[in-house]
């Protein structure tokens, strides 16, 4: 990987289906410009399958890729915030991936270690936008939440 200009390593840009970049492209235009604090920096190359946020070190989603392994496992199943459910898997380095399974989509959020006092804090950011852009599977606007907590 190559260093972009604020040293971060660049993102390559995940290539989705056209139905799933349609959704990816309307969560582009939904993400928040702000993370708690941290504004919205987008990796290189631009994308609407990428944006990052400025937390040290940054925060970075994806929309469209390949189905995270990681949500085959039941045992990783990670929070539920806002009505929208998270798969969770750590990255190895003391931080965490969080991808959606229930979307049309797939939505990965990656989360290192120290860019938040609480790793799971960003997602709440997240929630509302992906509800809004990207279709559960099943087309209904249920909570993705099998206990109804959100």
């Excluded at 990670?78 to 969770?88: A, N, T």
Aim: charged residues 20%.
């Amino acid at each position: 990987m190559v260093a972009s200009w604020s040293g971060e390593p660049d993102v390559a840009p995940p290539t989705p289906s056209a139905q799933a970049a349609q959704y990816c492209r309307a969560l582009d235009a939904k993400l928040p410009g702000e993370v708690l604090g941290h504004p919205r920096k987008d990796p290189s190359p631009a994308s609407p399958y990428t944006a990052a946020w400025a937390s040290s070190p940054r925060t970075v989603l994806t929309c469209g890729g390949d189905r995270p392994d990681y949500l085959n496992d039941t045992l990783r199943k990670g929070p539920c915030v806002d009505e929208v459910g998270w798969g969770m898997s750590e990255d190895g380095r003391g931080g965490y991936f969080f991808a959606t399974g229930l979307r049309l989509a797939y939505v990965e959020v990656h989360v290192p270690a120290g860019a938040y006092p609480n790793y799971a804090d960003p997602l709440s950011s997240f929630s509302p936008a992906i509800r809004a852009a990207v279709p559960r599977i099943d087309g209904t606007a249920d909570s993705d939440c099998l206990d109804g907590n959100s």
